[in-house]
């Protein structure tokens, strides 16, 4: 069997699977910190702007250490990473104390945010937008949300997201559209977002 | 061709890194005809860009060392759960907005001072400064106090007045209360305090005092007055009273010191110059701007001030005038990110306001300048249903 430790960081000395699946922690600490960069990356993208990354990055590590005996490698390491991580996080989102909770500075600016006028403007940097759609995203089922995450904002085709959450594409689709249908409904009515829906003035 | 309907179109829209050029065509065909997909289409490659734009969430190296090292010895997640100092989002809940929240803090933190005069009465010190973490604890899991029970949280004793919900994040140094009525007592220290409900924070200031020779004033917090010999002579010499050698014991003044609060630093005049204008207040916003501008600032907060007047004018009807000022920064500060959203927006202004070909020559010169833009699908979008090829 050819080792299939396939990663996009390159190749891994021969053998480093069978030494992670027997537990060998010079192999396994080997892998996980040529991960860890991507897989912060991952979860930092699923969990948005404001959330501690470090919990979550912390239980990803400790299911895949448990999981690696009975990794097969036929996926690549950090996709298999990734699927965990993906799994953590709506988990995660799932905590009925997690889904209430937003951040006071989003609940300062609702409160700064000027009753709608047509001719008020308001200067939204790209940060403080991208809070405001995350804001919304917090509003979905956390199977909605990670699938429109992945698909819309990261652009990872519709069979990746779907095996990054272990279920179909049209599931996946389905959840997607879900999302979206929601989402604009919400961006439309937010006065922090109008200066983006200027496309009718400008036809 | 086919018409594509608004479902394939969202399809579309999010799948746009991966369309044939068939498949451009059609969509570019409905988004020209449809405004609540184009609104999306604007929505998705906005979110997209702002994603892009934010720096990677990364670890410190050593932070990741201990990660993996805990996560191989097989430290679970529920001893972590438990600890106090164990885990915090940094959020606080709004759902329970229902319930009273209300913190009564009682302030008494004072600092360090000046080498003290050479007189036999002397200030207090404040005790010597913590000890420098050279990593924070993580962030914690809430924690329920019972009426009068007590905890620790950072340099601050907690004291429940009625039971109580708080949340320590020891990396924000802010404690969250989301239910009940908290007493905190601070300890003297450099490190910073707060305390946090669902609709505002309290801050630790400090103490702020007044000495010459022969006389102290504290104009905040409060602190005390020592002997040569370490006897008290003054308990707690509270904001807005003075005590002086000659006089036997502390008198309350007549009317308490005007105490003058420190001036708001430009990043903080930036930030409610654009409070004021997304009110609508002109007036205000532009003094906040204009001192923000007087008072020293970087070159990054120049940016964005100036960018500021431009927004001041297109806010104030003046879209001449904010394209002007956003047109200067763009070209001055072209290797900053003020620079490129001043930039999108002088083209964006002048789509809406100007002649067309000026508008499409700006939204050229935003793409030449800015080729790796933040704003580039979007400019090249408007490129094309303004009637360009590109």
């Known amino acids: ?203 | 061709m086919t018409r594509l309907s608004c479902w394939k179109a969202a399809d579309a829209i999010e799948r746009r890194d991966h369309l044939a050029d068939a498949e451009r065509l059609e969509l570019e065909t409905h988004l020209e005809g449809c405004a609540r997909c184009a609104e999306y289409a604007t929505l998705v490659a906005s979110v997209r860009a702002a994603a892009a734009a934010e720096p990677p969430r990364q670890l410190t190296p050593p932070r990741r060392e201990r990660l993996i090292d805990r996560a191989l010895s097989g430290a679970a997640d529920a001893p972590r759960e438990a600890r106090p100092r164990g885990r915090s989002l940094g959020w606080i809940a709004a759902g329970v907005a229902a319930t009273a929240v209300v913190a009564t803090v009682l302030l008494w933190a004072p600092r360090p001072t000046a080498p003290s005069p050479p007189r036999p009465a002397r200030v207090a010190s404040s005790d010597p400064a913590p000890p420098a973490q050279t990593e924070p604890a993580p962030p914690a899991a809430p924690s329920q106090l019972a009426a009068g029970v007590g905890a620790r949280f950072g340099r601050a004793t907690v004291r429940a007045i009625e039971p109580a919900t708080v949340r320590w994040d020891d990396r924000a140094e802010t404690l969250y209360l989301t239910a009940g009525v908290i007493d905190v007592d601070v300890e003297p220290g450099d490190r910073r305090f707060a305390v946090a409900t669902e609709r505002f924070t309290v801050e630790v200031l400090g103490t702020r005092f007044v000495v010459s020779a022969t006389e102290v004033r504290v104009e905040r917090g409060a602190v005390r007055v020592l002997g040569p010999d370490g006897t008290p002579r003054v308990d707690r010499l509270a904001a807005g009273h003075a005590w002086s050698e000659s006089r036997p014991r502390a008198e309350a003044p007549a009317a308490p010191p005007r105490v003058e609060p420190p001036a708001p630093s430009v990043r903080r005049r930036l930030a409610r110059a654009r409070r004021l204008l997304a009110a609508s207040r002109l007036d205000d916003a532009r003094a906040q701007i204009d001192a923000a501008l007087r008072a020293g600032p970087s070159r990054r907060e120049r940016a964005e001030a100036e960018t500021l007047l431009g927004d001041h004018a297109r806010v104030a009807g003046r879209p001449a005038e904010a394209i002007e000022r956003y047109l200067r920064v763009g070209r001055a500060y072209d290797d900053l990110a003020e620079g490129d959203n001043a930039s999108f927006s002088a083209a964006r202004l002048r789509m809406r306001h100007g002649p067309p070909a000026a508008g499409r020559a700006l939204l050229e010169e935003y793409l030449a300048r800015y080729p790796e833009g933040r704003f580039r699908d979007e400019a090249a979008r408007r490129l094309r249903s303004a009637g360009d090829p590109r």
Do not use: Y
């Not at chain 1, 960081?9 to 396994?28: F, I, T, W």
């Not at chain 1, 991580?85 to 000027?114: W, Y």
């Not at chain 1, 996946?172 to 009718?200: K, Q, Y």
């Open chain 1, 1 to 203: 069997m050819t080792d299939p430790l396939r990663s996009s960081d390159g190749p891994r000395a021969q053998g480093d699977l069978e030494r992670c699946r027997a537990g060998d922690r010079a192999a396994l600490e080997r892998v996980l910190r040529a991960e860890l960069p991507a897989l912060e990356r991952h979860i930092g993208g699923l969990i948005g702007p404001d959330r501690d990354l470090d919990d979550l990055v912390q239980r990803t590590l400790v299911r895949a250490v448990r999981a690696f005996p009975k990794f097969r490698g036929e996926a690549p390491v950090r996709l298999w990473l990734a699927r965990i991580a993906t799994n953590v996080v709506i988990d995660h989102l799932r905590t009925p104390q997690r889904r209430r909770e937003v951040p006071l500075r989003l609940v300062v600016d609702s409160s700064q945010t000027p009753a709608a006028e047509p001719s008020a403007e308001r200067v939204v940097d790209a940060r403080a937008r991208l809070r405001r759609v995350f804001h919304h995203l917090d509003r979905l089922s956390p199977k909605n949300r990670t699938a429109f995450i992945l698909h819309v904002i990261e652009g990872r085709p519709v069979h990746e997201v779907a095996a990054l959450m272990k279920t179909s594409q049209v599931t996946t689709r389905s959840r997607v559209f879900l999302a979206r249908r929601s989402l604009r409904a919400w961006a439309h009515r937010d006065p922090a977002l109008r200066d983006l829906f200027e496309v009718g003035g400008d036809r």
